[in-house]
């Protein structure tokens, strides 16, 4: 089985699978817990994980892209 690609950059691992018969109000409370998670997670972390993602995008200083790639 193929699992796709995750944020987390993980490529093995334990599959995580989510049963296909819940209902909304199941769905819906996972769904909120995951939120409220988040949102623990971001006002615990907000300035290191700010400062990460900002790292993460700038495009790397080593890297000429004025170069053709052939």
């Not at 996972?30 to 623990?40: G, T």
């Amino acid at each position: 089985m193929k699992y796709p690609h995750l944020p987390s950059g993980l490529k093995q691992g334990l599959p995580f699978l989510i049963s296909a018969d819940w209902t909304a109000e199941q769905a819906l409370a996972v769904f909120e817990l995951l939120d409220d998670l988040r949102e623990l997670i971001w006002e615990h972390y907000q300035l290191p994980l700010q400062e990460l993602i900002r790292e993460q995008r700038l495009p790397d200083p080593w890297v000429n892209n004025d170069d053709p790639p052939f």
